[in-house]
């Protein structure tokens, strides 16, 4: 099937299925005696795991790793299942962070609803992002 229909079929324009080629991750289909490029059906089912994979965070250099894996007749299950784990890990570190920092825009929310702009004075870049400095406390003797 040449280029276009390709695309029609895996929803895919040809600049990405050229891009594709181009990094490996679709081979180079042989070309017609008139030059064009002949893809193979399996090509459709291809791209459609490049998209899944792609849908669940997977890299490009990572999809290329497993059809490396899967091209060379090895199943790639064991890799998939580590760069799973990896990116479960990377995600629940993320998370983390987002609620780190939502507890601080909460936080900040609060400051802001009962900052007076009528206070701030021009030593203040911005008395809601920077956190109230307590007197120093004298030292009791």
Known sequence: MRIGEL????????????????TDLLPAPPRTPGGYRDYPEQATARLSF??????????LAEIRSILVLRD?????????TTLIAQHLADIERR???????????????RRAATTDPA????????????PPVDPPVAPHN
């Not at 695309?7 to 181009?22: D, N, P, V």
């Not at 060379?72 to 998939?80: N, S, T």
């Not at 998370?95 to 929310?109: G, M, N, S, V």
């Open 95 to 109: 998370l983390a962070e987002l609620t780190k920092t939502r507890q601080a825009l909460h936080d900040l929310a």
């Open 50 to 59: 490049i998209r899944d994979a792609q849908g669940a965070g997977l890299t």
């Open 119 to 130: 206070s701030c004075t021009a030593d203040d870049i911005c008395t809601i992002l920077t």
């Open 72 to 80: 060379g007749g090895q199943a790639p299950c064991a890799h998939v």
């Open 7 to 22: 695309a029609a079929a895996s929803g895919l324009t040809t600049k990405t299925i050229r891009f594709y080629e181009q």
